[in-house]
């Protein structure tokens, strides 16, 4: 039982249900890119082998997070929608960033010779990492069978969908420009 599951189980509608885990696991994929793209630069594996081909793979990176995120827009803005929570005020069901997630990208993108604001990086880094973990903690508590409540699975993905729509769709803008 995974992340989905839960996703399926409280939607109102199947249709729904489908869109939201579609856009979901494209965003969880392309995000996992993302992330492991710098963390093998973090690793000192220089791959692609220029630097240009380098700056080129960010962009390319940045800009199918970015595609995905827009494709997530209306499937969880209708889902939250269907959702309807018993309760006004859930609990959001993941944690915020761990010190794991906060990196100091500058060496890592001056050793890469990739010229992009550190700063965005970093922000970017720090919302793909805590939206893959949130949808593994979302699948670890289902498999647990202590899924969230319908209050807090609302709550959940409404600070994702806030954090994601946000900053960090205009940071990702950047780093692809």
């Known amino acids: 039982m995974g992340w989905d599951s839960v ?14 885990v579609k856009s979901l696991r494209a965003c969880e994929a392309a995000s996992l890119a993302f992330c492991r793209l710098l963390e093998r630069w ?16 960010l962009r390319r990176a940045a800009d199918r997070v970015e595609t995905a995120i827009a494709g997530l827009e209306a499937p969880l803005s209708q889902y939250l929608l269907e959702l309807e ?3 006004a005020e859930g609990r959001s069901w993941y944690a ?3 010190a794991a997630e906060l990196v100091e990208w500058t060496p890592v993108l ?15 880094y720090l919302e793909l990492a805590v939206l893959v973990r949130a949808l593994e903690g979302l699948a670890a508590a289902a498999s ?23 900053s960090t769709v205009d940071d990702l803008r950047a780093l692809a420009a």
């Open 96 to 98: 915020g960033p761990g």
């Open 7 to 20: 996703i399926e189980r409280n939607a109102a509608s199947e249709l729904t249900a489908a869109r939201l």
């Open 42 to 57: 973090g690793r000192g594996d220089a791959k692609p082998a220029t630097a240009g081909s380098r700056q080129a793979a």
């Open 144 to 166: 647990m069978d202590a899924a969230p409540d319908r209050s807090s699975l609302w709550a959940g993905l409404f600070d994702l969908r806030d954090t994601l729509l946000g």
């Open 110 to 124: 001056d050793r890469a010779g990739v010229r992009v604001c550190p700063n965005r990086v970093a922000a970017v």
């Open 85 to 87: 929570p018993e309760l």
